[in-house]
């Protein structure tokens, strides 16, 4: 099964992957909340999901289908390799991470291998990954800045955290003082570009497209 919202890439992925003897494209998915009842009614030995599908998710989608069809082995493609993403996609039960980059040969070799279950992951991914636990932010801490990435303001974050608005300031304070910013913008693109949070939605409003950190 193959789950990819844009309609190019997503032909150019069934073409390839059908000209391979071995291998069958038995559903494809344009949208998140599609891949779990297609898994589920035409029961995949490999599901290729997207990792940045509309709606749901790719990983969100990912560990459900693990849950509801175990034998089900999945592969998420991502333009972000980021170790943030790929300790996100392991505790999915993703089988395989492949950035949208890699070679063509390199996606077959890695729906082969997973189907055979093997784990594939790029090494020097998953050394970052392990890296990433030098991250100095708490989880309570990542919570409050990811909805901070997703252009909340403290009211915001406060009410979807079940927190006061002091303690979501008390927060972002320690947050600032962790990491060495000056502002929540400058923290939440230090974390991103150390890999501890993930890839909010808010990224892509523009909350990231100030000056670089030097």
């Keep these: 099964m193959l789950a990819e919202d844009m309609h190019l890439i997503r032909k150019a992925l069934v073409a390839l992957l059908s000209s391979e003897d071995d291998l069958e494209?038995?559903?494809?998915?344009?949208?998140?909340?599609?891949?779990?009842?297609?898994?589920?009614?035409?029961?995949?030995?490999?599901a290729v999901l997207d990792i940045g599908m509309p709606?749901?998710?790719?990983?969100?989608?990912?560990?459900?289908?693990?849950?509801r069809l175990p034998s089900c082995r999945t592969v998420v493609l991502t333009g972000l390799g980021t170790p943030m993403a790929l300790r996100k996609a392991l505790d999915a039960n993703v089988r395989g991470f492949v950035v949208k980059d890699?070679?063509?040969?390199?996606?077959v070799d890695c729906i082969r291998r997973v189907s055979k279950g093997e784990r594939v992951i790029d090494p020097e991914l998953a050394v970052a990954a392990?890296?990433?636990?030098?991250?100095?932010?708490?989880?309570?801490?990542?919570?409050?800045?990811?909805?901070?990435?997703?252009?909340?303001?403290?009211?915001?974050?406060?009410?979807?955290?079940?927190?006061?608005?002091?303690?979501?300031?008390?927060?972002?304070?320690?947050?600032?003082?962790?990491?060495?910013?000056r502002s929540r913008?400058?923290?939440?693109?230090?974390?991103?570009?150390?890999?501890?949070?993930?890839?909010?939605?808010?990224?892509?409003?523009g909350i990231l497209r100030y000056r670089p950190r030097r």
């Design 25 to 46: 494209v038995v559903a494809e998915a344009d949208k998140g909340e599609d891949i779990v009842r297609l898994g589920c009614l035409r029961r995949p030995d490999v």
């Design 55 to 67: 709606g749901v998710d790719g990983i969100t989608a990912a560990a459900e289908l693990h849950r």
């Design 102 to 107: 890699a070679s063509p040969g390199h996606l």
């Design 130 to 181: 392990l890296d990433a636990d030098s991250n100095p932010l708490t989880a309570r801490e990542l919570d409050v800045l990811e909805t901070a990435a997703g252009g909340a303001t403290v009211g915001e974050i406060a009410d979807r955290l079940s927190l006061s608005r002091g303690t979501v300031r008390n927060y972002l304070s320690r947050i600032l003082t962790k990491v060495g910013a």
């Design 185 to 205: 913008v400058e923290a939440i693109q230090i974390a991103s570009e150390c890999g501890w949070l993930w890839p909010a939605a808010g990224r892509d409003l």
